[in-house]
T-cell receptor, first 113, second 113 residues
Framework: DQQVKQNSPSLSVQEGRISILNCDYT??????FLWYKKYPAEGPTFLISISSIKDKNEDGRFTVFLNKSAKHLSLHIVPSQPGDSAVYFCAALQRDYGQNFVFGPGTRLSVLP | NAGVTQTPKFRVLKTGQSMTLLCAQD?????MYWYRQDPGMGLRLIHY???????AKGEVPDGYNVSRLKKQNFLLGLESAAPSQTSVYFC????????????FGPGTRLTVT
């Protein structure tokens, strides 16, 4: 049973508009969350993270929102650019349980010019 | 500064053969990880290491062994390859504490026939 879910396998948005990628988790002990972006034939690259003591973290065009009661987080990209087209992975960690990062299956974002 | 490198990039094995994947990082990171990525399943942690000479099991450790004899290297071994181990393998490294972001290598595509 997947502990981290990304229920949308793919998403298409117009350039300049907002992209919203969603992630749900089942383990209430997760207390740290990260988003990674992955281009084909490359390794994932880190985008942004958030601790469970916060409900929002912002870095440039990227904002992550965390709703602990709903066990839900989302990544907002504003404005979306064609170079943002990639697969986005959500990852979760329970910090007092070793380094067992759990990744979601990913969402493929396509930003259309 | 090469970051995280992986050797080889591609490999084809016959069932029952053995091989070792090499990961090297030049960022002086304490922690290193091995993941596998299969279609629709995101990245799953195989083993990780929090320092030279130490290793720990991740989510899917069976059929794999690892060693961390030097801080900069993390080896992943398959003693008797099986078709179920056909996957893309990613190595990553990170600092010991926050912000916990992982730096990934480019991946090794392994096919077991």
């Amino acid at each position: 049973d997947q502990q981290v879910k990304q229920n949308s396998p793919s998403l298409s948005v117009q350039e300049g508009r907002i992209s919203i990628l969603n992630c749900d988790y089942t383990n209430s002990m997760f207390d740290y969350f990260l988003w990674y972006k992955k281009y084909p034939a490359e390794g994932p690259t880190f985008l942004i993270s958030i601790s469970s003591i916060k409900d929002k973290n912002e870095d440039g065009r990227f904002t992550v929102f965390l709703n602990k009661s709903a066990k839900h987080l989302s990544l907002h990209i504003v404005p979306s650019q064609p170079g943002d087209s990639a697969v986005y992975f959500c990852a979760a960690l329970q910090r007092d349980y070793g380094q067992n990062f759990v990744f979601g299956p990913g969402t493929r974002l396509s930003v259309l010019p | 500064n090469a970051g995280v490198t992986q050797t080889p990039k591609f490999r084809v094995l016959k069932t029952g053969q053995s091989m070792t994947l090499l990961c090297a990082q030049d960022m002086n990171h304490e922690y290193m990880y091995w993941y596998r990525q299969d279609p629709g399943m995101g990245l799953r942690l195989i083993h990780y290491s929090v320092g030279e000479g130490t290793t720990a099991k991740g989510e899917v450790p069976d059929g794999y062994n690892v060693s961390r004899l030097k801080k900069q290297n993390f080896l992943l071994g398959l003693e008797s390859a099986a078709p179920s181990q056909t996957s893309v393998y990613f190595c990553a490294s990170s600092v010991a504490g926050p912000p916990r972001e992982q730096y990934f290598g480019p991946g090794t595509r392994l096919t077991v026939t």
